[in-house]
C-alpha cells in the first residue's frame, strides 16, 4: 500500500489465548550458569477466533533460573485442535521479577501478576493447509504463572 512506512512498529493482532497445566518441576543442575529445570507439561486448553484446541500431555518447559530475578524459559509441546490438526509449539519466554517474588514462585506458591514481567514468542509448525499460514508469520505474548498452570495470551504481529 502506497505511504505506509515498511520500518514502523508492528501492530498487533489476538490469536489465542492459552491454559497450560503442569507438572512437579524436576531440578537437574545448579551451574555457573544458573539452576536448570524441567518441567512436565500435562495438558490443557488453547482457544482462539473459531477454532478450540487441547494441549497434548508429554510437552516440556525447559527452564534456566539464571539469577534471582531471571528465568528463561523454552517450552516444547503440541496442540491438537477440534478438528484434529496437530500443531507442534515453541515457546520460549522470559520471567523476571524482584528477588522476593521470584524466590515464592519458584517454591510453587501463588505471587501477584502484575509483579512479574512474563513476555514470549512462540512459534508454530504444522501440516494442516488451512493453519499454514501459522507458520509464515511472528507471534508474541503475555503470561502469568500459577501454581499448578500457565495461561498466555499469544498475538499475531501484523
Request: with cysteine; charged share 20%; aromatic share 8%.
Amino acid at each position: 500500500m502506497p505511504g505506509l512506512d515498511p520500518l514502523a512498529a508492528p501492530a498487533l493482532a489476538y490469536f489465542a489465548d492459552l491454559t497450560v497445566e503442569v507438572g512437579t518441576p524436576q531440578v537437574l543442575s545448579q551451574s555457573a550458569r544458573g539452576l536448570r529445570r524441567l518441567v512436565p507439561i500435562t495438558g490443557g486448553q488453547a482457544h482462539g477466533n473459531g477454532w478450540r484446541a487441547r494441549v497434548l500431555p508429554g510437552g516440556t518447559d525447559f527452564q534456566l533460573i539464571a539469577s534471582d530475578t531471571l528465568s528463561e524459559l523454552d517450552a516444547r509441546y503440541g496442540l491438537e485442535t477440534d478438528a484434529g490438526d496437530l500443531i507442534y509449539v515453541h515457546n520460549r519466554a522470559v520471567r523476571a521479577a524482584p528477588p522476593e517474588v521470584m524466590a515464592a514462585l519458584l517454591r510453587g506458591k501463588p505471587v501477584d501478576p502484575a509483579q512479574i514481567y512474563f513476555r514470549c514468542s512462540p512459534s508454530f509448525e504444522t501440516a494442516s493447509p488451512s493453519l499454514r499460514w501459522i507458520g509464515e508469520r511472528m507471534f508474541v505474548g503475555a503470561g502469568v504463572r500459577r501454581p499448578a498452570q500457565v495461561v498466555m495470551r499469544f498475538f499475531t504481529l501484523l
